[in-house]
């Protein structure tokens, strides 16, 4: 089984779960598992871990700013999650696509339009969601998992034997020929005898 | 030709250069070059880039810390480059073995043996070395060329196609297959139809 975290705020995150979908149709097991960026690179987590935005106040709908959107996003999912594995899968998906595809706002028409295209039972969703403690204690322990991993950003792939990767990448592909020589590639690197610890591209900067 | 961007002070950019003198011995062109990891990293250029590193004093044999260390060994290298390509490569590997493998410090009696170990002229090495102000001048030159392409640490690769990372890893080579392995992994990654930018591991934090 190999986890992988996303934020819904990221476009990375999104086609990492894309790939994974793709792979997962083919018989690959994955797992879906939150981290949240706001909090990894909130300035007061810097040395200690000390800032959670499970602490934080969200108001209903994901109004407000990215970090508000992305905790009731966070928090509409561990509901979808409630009803099984693929509940989870169809919902992430449904509205990672929503936000970076239609480049809509995470706020209640989105959540609400998700958990029908993901076939939920609506009712038992809104009233997991209105167990808002509970909600954020499931979320809670996900963001202590990646943080004990050493997550810091989406996509994030915890393989099988413990390896774990931060995996961006450009193009978004649906394509399973394509996206099993993507995720080939990624274990060859990560498997290498090697050692292989980074691989980053410099980003162009124009001379002053 | 690959421009390879090495700073003496980084074990991983050593790593690199070995790697790229296996492949070189087999014929596949490079090129050192460059790149300071005191200043790409110091406070003062986290917006524009103000402090540069050859602008600071540097006591002769590098004596003093980090940073005036750094700065000799690369005017000490600048000047052995001026006995051509061959040079400037045997002068850096001897270099960066003594740093790295015999753990020396990068002073006066680590230079002196790396130019004989290369087989420097070494009365034109001294007279090359004692145009300080020439030699900054080269060292600036690679810095600026280093800093337009966004290189932020070293090993970075620049390839004939303008594509450019940073490739860490942690176990030395120089078995020419091996080498060809993990040169050919990094060309499919910077090369693959994702558009990927960033494969990085996850370092393991213990729990608070």
Known sequence: MTDLYLDFLCPYAWRGVELAAVLRAEGEPFRLRHYSLVEGNHP??????????????????????????????????????????????AFTLALLRARHEARQDLNEPAFAQAA??????????????ADDVARRADLRAELDAAAEIGVFGTPTFVLPDGAAAYYRFEHLTRDPAVARERWSLYRTVLG?????????????????
């Open 44 to 89: 007061d987590n810097a040395g200690a871990r000390t800032w959670q935005i499970t602490a934080q106040a969200a108001p209903a709908g994901g109004e407000g700013g990215w970090q508000e959107q992305s905790l009731q996003a966070f928090l509409a999912a561990q509901a979808a999650a409630l009803q099984g594995e693929e509940a989870r899968w």
């Open 116 to 129: 029908q295209d993901a076939g939920l039972d609506l009712e038992r969703w809104a009233q997991d969601r």
């Open 192 to 208: 290498s005898e090697a050692g292989i610890g980074t691989i980053k591209r410099a980003k162009h900067r124009p001379a002053k």
